[in-house]
């Protein structure tokens, strides 16, 4: 990796719109190719002094030259971890911009003892989650899945009224685990419509449950109230198995449990359980293991939605994330405080 030549002064030092932090790229060799192929990297140019076609995948294979200039690292999937002994090898490093989510991969404690500022796109991230969990929504209601297949396998018209009496959007019961940022934006997005919203989040109060619009409720009065559940609660020892075989059990008959969240909340045998019974549906971004085995049935059950974790941010909408890091940079340079910083105690509450 090549750092470009270039000033560089200590944050400390920085006058409005004058300067250009020494910035290097740390991330994966294919979201670095997309971002490169998208042009979502050309506008951190004019807002750093930095090489957008060089990026680190690994610090102990960078001459330590050129990473002891480095003043803000710019992190994606696939960053190297943060250790100790790669901040030696940065000791002007004030900043990591994460144009991506979640900071648990790479950012560590040393990080926060070094007093290095950090900030991460997951608000960016968290719109087209919560885009995604909106469709997912009014299609199982609507039980869209299912009419489509009917209707392949018939070849005709179905009899709509009969078969499907009971299916809709008008005031079903939605409930929404997790008052994230995801949960909020998907709170904001049900807002206009015809439904009931049930909220479970231990941090949030009556008070604020009705400034969201919604019914704040415990977890088992969710599951067994809900016609579709959205699972946005944060990866904890505390959440693993959130929704266990009991728990699911509660679940109506016909519901639909969504997880767009991390696989580890659901017990995922015991979910495939259910499924296979036939007595609920699911949509699901993320499993536990992250692939399911080439035998698991949730690959060609009727009743379930299967996709590769591809509610978050995907192909242009990386740009997006990018954008907004890169605003992250303007500020840092401007010697403004960054509008999505990140301290280490919101690690425990976020994905």
């Given at each position: 990796?090549?750092?470009?030549?270039?000033?560089?002064?200590?944050?400390?030092?920085?006058?409005?719109?004058?300067?250009?932090?020494?910035?290097?790229?740390?991330?994966g060799?294919?979201?670095?190719?997309?971002?490169?192929?998208?042009?979502?990297?050309?506008?951190?140019?004019?807002?750093?002094?930095?090489?957008?076609?060089?990026?680190?995948?690994?610090?102990?294979?960078?001459?330590?030259?050129?990473?002891?200039?480095?003043?803000?690292?710019?992190?994606?999937?696939?960053?190297?971890?943060?250790?100790?002994?790669?901040?030696?090898?940065?000791?002007?490093?004030?900043?990591?911009?994460?144009?991506a989510?979640?900071?648990?991969?790479?950012?560590?404690?040393?990080?926060?003892?070094?007093?290095?500022?950090?900030?991460?796109a997951?608000?960016?991230?968290?719109?087209?989650?919560?885009?995604?969990?909106?469709?997912?929504?009014?299609?199982?209601?609507?039980?869209v899945?299912?009419?489509?297949?009917?209707?392949?396998?018939?070849?005709?018209?179905?009899?709509?009224?009969?078969?499907?009496?009971?299916?809709?959007?008008?005031?079903?019961?939605?409930?929404?685990?997790?008052?994230?940022?995801?949960?909020?934006?998907?709170?904001?997005?049900?807002?206009?419509?015809?439904?009931?919203?049930?909220?479970?989040?231990?941090?949030?109060?009556?008070?604020?449950a009705?400034?969201?619009?919604?019914?704040?409720?415990?977890?088992?009065?969710?599951?067994?109230?809900?016609?579709?559940?959205?699972?946005?609660?944060?990866?904890?020892?505390?959440?693993?198995?959130?929704?266990?075989?009991?728990?699911?059990?509660?679940?109506?008959?016909?519901?639909?449990?969504?997880?767009?969240?991390?696989?580890?909340?659901v017990?995922?045998?015991?979910?495939?359980e259910?499924?296979?019974?036939?007595?609920?549906?699911?949509?699901?971004?993320?499993?536990?293991?992250?692939?399911?085995?080439?035998?698991?049935?949730?690959?060609?059950?009727?009743?379930?939605l299967?996709?590769?974790?591809?509610?978050?941010?995907?192909?242009n909408?990386?740009?997006?994330?990018?954008?907004w890091?890169?605003?992250?940079?303007?500020?840092?340079?401007?010697?403004?405080?960054?509008?999505?910083?990140?301290?280490?105690?919101?690690?425990?509450?976020?994905?």
């Amino acid at each position: 990796m090549l750092v470009p030549e270039g000033t560089l002064l200590n944050s400390s030092d920085r006058s409005a719109g004058s300067l250009r932090p020494r910035t290097a790229l740390a991330m994966g060799c294919e979201v670095h190719s997309s971002l490169i192929a998208e042009g979502a990297l050309d506008p951190l140019q004019s807002v750093a002094t930095v090489d957008i076609s060089a990026h680190i995948t690994d610090f102990a294979a960078v001459e330590p030259a050129q990473l002891a200039a480095v003043e803000v690292l710019f992190t994606h999937w696939g960053a190297p971890m943060l250790t100790e002994e790669a901040l030696r090898r940065m000791p002007r490093l004030r900043a990591v911009v994460h144009a991506a989510g979640s900071i648990k991969h790479h950012v560590t404690e040393s990080v926060w003892k070094r007093g290095i500022a950090v900030s991460s796109a997951a608000a960016a991230n968290a719109l087209p989650v919560a885009e995604f969990t909106l469709a997912a929504i009014l299609f199982a209601n609507k039980r869209v899945l299912d009419i489509a297949r009917a209707y392949a396998h018939s070849r005709e018209q179905p009899a709509l009224l009969p078969y499907f009496t009971g299916y809709g959007n008008y005031h079903r019961t939605v409930g929404i685990v997790g008052a994230s940022r995801i949960g909020r934006r998907v709170l904001e997005l049900l807002r206009p419509l015809d439904l009931d919203v049930l909220l479970h989040d231990p941090y949030v109060d009556r008070d604020e449950a009705r400034a969201l619009g919604v019914e704040l409720v415990d977890l088992d009065t969710l599951a067994g109230g809900s016609h579709v559940v959205s699972i946005h609660a944060p990866q904890l020892p505390e959440t693993r198995h959130m929704f266990d075989k009991r728990r699911l059990a509660l679940l109506r008959d016909g519901a639909t449990l969504i997880n767009t969240a991390r696989g580890s909340l659901v017990d995922t045998d015991a979910l495939t359980e259910r499924l296979v019974s036939g007595r609920i549906h699911a949509v699901l971004d993320v499993t536990e293991p992250d692939v399911p085995p080439a035998t698991s049935p949730l690959y060609s059950l009727p009743n379930v939605l299967l996709t590769p974790h591809i509610a978050g941010s995907l192909g242009n909408e990386l740009g997006r994330m990018t954008h907004w890091a890169v605003d992250e940079v303007r500020r840092y340079a401007r010697g403004l405080p960054f509008a999505y910083g990140v301290g280490p105690d919101e690690l425990t509450r976020s994905a």
